[in-house]
């Protein structure tokens, strides 16, 4: 594996926050309290303080999860090293349907190698992977592109089996799964993956049962470790953060519109809108998880009104009731566990430029966010129709027809290519002579509207050449698709758009020692892989 890089500012839909997070800092460093590339410097940080019960009790609550799903050597020995004082890298996302897009694995991955690099100079560091399992987008968890060995994109998708607005990780996956698995195996040709999906989602595991399953038995050799957030244990011990949340809402509420204030100032978008009306909490009502408003000192779920002491009193009764927004899960999660990073995606590093805000409110401190890996892999056709056409990645991340086009030129007749080049080699040494006698006669403004008009059109003729060599030719219309396919799907960069387990299922499990080694947290950037 070769792994080349690419700037984040040069991927396509790179948001302008992200851009300047990775690659100019000072831009956006009153939002952010590290500089990604200085991520180990947390090394020779201290800690922060830690209670000793709440780690005890943490502890103990990693172990019950973990064991659920498969609890391996390495796990059990990052287990000891936690009860001992270790610090956590901790990263996550909702349990999606097998594993959901690539962009996962290169989460999870990612962490393990920062807690590993952490712990390697000096500051111990464990692994954990926190299942978002509370959201109620069951449309984004439930389905999933997956990627044949031929190259053939397919979704797959699962009906819900619970009420809408139900915690997508509770949801039972039901007897359908069976049918669906099925098929996922038969698609991705029968091996190791398929048994192993077939093995973790069955009819009486849930969302988040079954995606635990599977991302222990993938990453369960380096010692990542698993917690789902719906544990009522971890609401209970997460109490202190709902009741600030609720009984600072107001205040928290303006700081987070004077930051979103600040970043749209500063020439960013708020990856949250915040209102006058808006707080951090979810309430379930009746298994639905609503949305907690505010409104001249009164709260509302819905149509049930709440004075603040009611809800205050609703939180200390039943805190399982209740979950945190986008903007206080990271508050939530690093108040129960020892965190020295979270690695995130670039839309979860837009969200820690406002949660900043919440952090300073409710933990007095703000945790370290930093990029996850980002990558896109190249099979060894891709790699052939690459150099064979003189591509990079970069000028497949167009849309379909632009690389069909883009193929068209670069494959034109080798005698029409140079005559083409002969042409323009022509015109620029006519053009050139022209042009100097034109400027003694106080002409050189229309001499280079004319000289512009006719490279327009040599450039147009030899587009219709391409295009006419492109109706002829219907090799080259497979490879820009199978191009476009691959590394651009649905205009979607690879890793956010196919799963995780189709390549797995291409090239075997093997594959992530390989990402393992490969994938660079310290560069910043995203990598270009062949394997």
Same mark, same amino acid.
């Not at 002491?309 to 009731?321: F, R, S, V, Y």
């Not at 002409?443 to 509207?449: G, N």
């Not at 093997?510 to 394997?531: C, S, T, Y």
């Given at each position: 594996m070769g792994p080349a890089c690419i700037p984040y500012p040069e991927l396509p839909g790179t948001t302008r926050i992200f851009a300047d997070y990775t690659s100019a800092f000072e831009r956006v460093r009153v939002f952010y309290p590290l500089q990604p590339q200085r991520m180990y410097d947390l090394a020779g940080e201290k800690g922060g303080e830690y209670p000793a019960g709440l780690r005890a009790q943490m502890a103990n609550i990693l172990e019950r999860h973990n064991r659920q799903w498969g609890l391996t050597p390495q796990g059990e020995s990052n287990l000891q090293k936690l009860r001992a004082g270790a610090a956590a890298v901790v990263t996550g996302q909702q349990p999606v349907l097998f594993g959901g897009p690539a962009y996962g694995l290169y989460k999870a991955l990612t962490a393990i190698r920062v807690a590993e690099e952490l712990s390697r100079r000096g500051r111990e560091c464990v692994p954990i992977f926190w299942l978002a399992s509370e959201d109620h987008d069951f449309a984004e968890v439930s389905q999933v592109k997956l990627r044949s060995r031929q190259g053939e994109l397919k979704n797959f998708v699962i009906e819900s089996t619970a009420i809408a607005g139900a915690q997508v990780g509770g949801v039972t996956l039901g007897e359908q799964i069976s049918q669906i698995a099925e098929a996922v195996a038969e698609f991705l040709c029968k091996g190791e993956v398929s048994e192993l999906l077939r093995r973790c989602y069955s009819a009486q595991e849930t969302f988040s049962s079954s995606f635990a399953r599977m991302?222990?038995?993938?990453?369960? @050799? !380096? &010692?990542?470790? @698993?917690?789902? =957030? /719906?544990?009522p244990e971890l609401h209970a011990l997460a109490l202190p953060v709902y009741e600030g949340a609720a009984k600072r809402a107001a205040e928290i509420d303006q700081a987070l519109m004077a930051r979103g204030k600040a970043l749209e100032h500063a020439g960013y978008?708020?990856?949250?809108?915040v209102t006058a009306s808006s707080t951090l909490l979810f309430m379930n009502q009746e298994g639905v998880r609503t949305p907690i408003r505010r409104a001249n000192g009164e709260f509302a779920a819905g149509t049930r009104k709440l004075k603040e002491?009611?809800?205050?009193?609703?939180?200390? *009764?039943? %805190?399982?009731?209740f979950s945190g927004s986008a903007l206080l899960r990271p508050v939530i999660q690093d108040f129960l566990l020892p965190t020295v990073a979270y690695i995130g995606g670039p839309a979860e590093v837009a969200y820690f430029a406002q949660a900043g805000v919440v952090y300073e409110k409710l933990l007095g401190r703000v945790t370290p966010i930093l990029p996850r890996c980002g990558a896109? $892999? $190249?099979d060894a056709r891709d790699q052939r129709l690459l150099k064979s056409n003189k591509l990079q990645v970069k000028q497949v991340w167009q849309s379909a027809s632009t690389v069909r086009q883009l193929l068209a030129e670069r494959n034109l007749p080798h005698e029409l290519e140079e005559q083409f080049e002969r042409a323009e080699s022509a015109l620029d040494a006519a053009l050139s002579a022209v042009g100097q006698r034109l400027e003694k006669l106080a002409?050189?403004?229309? =001499?280079? #509207?004319s000289e512009s008009k006719m490279r327009y059109q040599l450039k147009r003729l030899r587009a219709r050449a391409a295009q006419a060599e492109l /109706? /002829?030719? *219907?090799?080259?219309s497979r490879h820009a698709e199978a191009l476009s396919a691959s590394l651009y799907p649905h205009q979607q960069?690879?890793? /956010?758009?196919? &799963?995780? +387990?189709? !390549?797995? =299922?291409?090239?075997?499990? &093997?594959?992530? =020692?390989?990402? #393992?080694?490969?994938?660079? %947290?310290?560069?910043?950037? #995203?990598?270009?892989?062949? +394997?």
């Open positions: 991302m222990s038995s993938l990453l369960g @050799f !380096y &010692g990542l470790l @698993f917690l789902d =957030a /719906r544990d978008h708020q990856q949250v809108k002491a009611e809800l205050e009193a609703k939180i200390k *009764e039943a %805190p399982q009731e896109t $892999l $190249l002409l050189s403004d229309a =001499a280079k #509207h /109706r /002829r030719n *219907e090799e080259i960069l690879q890793e /956010r758009e196919i &799963g995780g +387990v189709s !390549y797995l =299922a291409s090239f075997g499990t &093997g594959l992530l =020692a390989q990402l #393992h080694q490969a994938l660079k %947290p310290e560069g910043v950037q #995203h990598q270009i892989i062949e +394997v």
